[in-house]
């Protein structure tokens, strides 16, 4: 009778727990109370744009939340494997997002320590036999409870079959099945190169349970992180700077070089502008309230000067032959 009873009650409780699942995963119902209280997902709420990773972090939170009540009512719970693929252009918010998921998984107790190592190929590869596998091994020991965070991963495979490269996929990959419950690593770089390095090795894609897309920000997108970052730093727009920098953003992403979708782009401009701001309020001798706030047109950056500053040649280069190409080569 007893077992009968038990039987009936956790028979109920999976229901109202697929139930409830269902609903979060729900987009157009309330979810909000799933990410109620955390610090991480303030902070993932903040950042501009990025829908698609917003989505599985709620999802995520979802996840890891019925499987601690499933193990709790002695259900079959699935393996909880974080490993992540970020794939996107520069500036796109992957270091962003891949701290913040170091905090989100602290906050769910799913790693004890939650910090970010971040890595690219030289912290892993090493000069001789034996040398990379040591380096590697070292990087991983250090992640544990924490995120391993490999930037331009992709690297890793480009040697072919005698570099040192493969020496440490092959350390990763048996780190991800030794220490599965004791860190996550996330593996980012640009979406061509990281296609190419999935198929390098047969096993690893399987191996990343997640694979995300950053895509390029759009000019309003843009626009709207410049300004959150000027929020940030106490500094305001007057409606003449406000369209200036829309034209500066917008002329970058039509013209297409390097900084294209980049959010770095808003942060240099509104950067230099603050700079700039500063050393016309010295000249001016003017440090009124209202003029330490706020940023003029003429402050504003220009897009082109920027460029032609630039040390990077390649930025020039690249600019050059863009601009060369939509004007058709003249
Ligand atoms: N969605 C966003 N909202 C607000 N700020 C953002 C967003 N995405 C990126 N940023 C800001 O833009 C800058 C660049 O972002 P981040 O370093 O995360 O890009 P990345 O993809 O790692 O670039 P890279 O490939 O060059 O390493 C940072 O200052 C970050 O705070
Ligand atoms: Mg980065």
Do not use: W
């Amino acid at each position: 009778m007893k077992i009968h009873f038990n039987f009936v009650n956790s028979a109920k409780k999976e229901i109202n727990e697929h139930c409830l699942k269902q609903s979060i995963f729900n987009k157009n119902k309330n979810s909000s109370h799933i990410t109620a209280g955390l610090e991480s997902i303030k902070e993932f709420k903040k950042l501009v744009g990025l829908g698609n990773i917003k989505e599985l972090v709620e999802e995520i939170i979802a996840f890891v939340k019925i499987q601690k009540k499933r193990e709790l009512e002695g259900l079959a719970t699935e393996p909880m494997v974080f490993h992540m693929i970020f794939k996107g252009n520069p500036g796109t918010g992957k270091t962003t997002v891949a701290r913040l998921m170091g905090k989100l998984f602290k906050e769910l107790g799913i790693l004890e320590k939650g910090d970010v190592n971040e890595v690219e190929r030289a912290d892993l590869v090493g000069e001789y036999v034996g040398h990379t596998a040591q380096k590697t091994r070292e990087q991983v020991r250090k992640s544990l409870g924490g995120v391993l965070f490999i930037d331009e991963a992709y690297s890793l495979a480009r040697g072919g079959v005698k570099d040192f490269g493969k020496e440490a996929i092959d350390v990763l990959v048996k780190a991800m099945e030794d220490y599965r419950n004791d860190f996550v690593l996330i593996l980012a770089g640009y979406k061509v190169e990281m296609e190419l390095f999935l198929n390098s090795n047969p096993g690893l894609r399987s191996r990343f349970p997640i694979q995300l897309e950053f895509s390029d920000y759009t000019v309003e997108e843009l626009l709207k992180i410049a300004k959150m970052m000027l929020e940030e730093r106490q500094y305001c727009l007057t409606a003449e700077a406000e369209i200036k920098l829309k034209n500066a953003i917008r002329n970058a992403v039509s013209i297409g070089h390097c900084y294209e979708g980049n959010a770095r782009l808003a942060r240099n401009i509104i950067e230099k502008s603050i700079r700039a701001q500063a050393l016309r309020l010295i000249h001016e001798n003017n440090f009124s309230r209202e003029q330490l706030i706020y940023l003029k047109a003429c402050d504003i950056e220009d897009l082109t000067s920027k460029i032609n500053n630039n040390n990077d040649n390649n930025v020039i280069k690249i600019f050059e032959a863009k601009k060369s190409a939509a004007s058709g080569g003249n």
